[in-house]
């Protein structure tokens, strides 16, 4: 498994984007299913979306749909989040990790262990 690490968060105004970025390192993004979870204080884990190996599929948990787009770039070992129409709630910190895959489709249940994760304010 590849060892990924998270990038571009930061304290953004309600209502603001943010684009996440996980680099791979060691090994290929290639043939790994990438997720994208997140812990806000307080809370448990959750994950927020992941794209798959074959044909990019994308998944979406039901808070982050029209808001939030995963997609990857090979060429570049990177994995994307894309948000927008950030609210307080997404605040908290997103890690990315490689996920199940099944028929397919990504599903988001992490298989690698996680990094330092990046952190995400939403705040005016």
Same mark, same amino acid.
């Not at 307080?42 to 994308?58: H, I, L, M």
């Given at each position: ?15 603001? !984007?943010?684009?996440? %970025?996980?680099?791979?390192?060691? =090994? @290929? &993004?290639?043939?790994?299913?990438? /997720?994208?979870?997140?812990? +806000? ?32 770039? !090979?060429?570049?070992? %990177?994995?994307?989040?894309?948000? =927008? @129409? &950030?609210?307080?709630?997404?605040? /908290?910190?997103?890690?990315? +990790? ?27």
């Amino acid at each position: 498994q590849p060892q990924l690490e998270e990038s571009g968060g930061g304290l953004v105004q309600p209502g603001g !984007s943010l684009r996440l %970025t996980c680099a791979a390192s060691g =090994s @290929s &993004l290639v043939d790994n299913a990438i /997720g994208w979870f997140r812990q +806000a204080p307080g809370k448990e884990r959750e994950g927020v979306s992941c794209v798959s190996t074959s044909d990019g599929r994308e998944s979406y948990a039901d808070f982050a749909k029209g808001r939030f787009t995963v997609s990857r770039d !090979s060429a570049k070992e %990177t994995v994307y989040l894309q948000m =927008s @129409s &950030l609210k307080p709630e997404d605040t /908290g910190v997103y890690y990315c +990790a490689v996920t199940m895959q099944r028929y397919g489709s990504c599903i988001l249940s992490p298989l690698s262990p996680w990094g330092r994760g990046t952190q995400v304010t939403v705040s005016s």
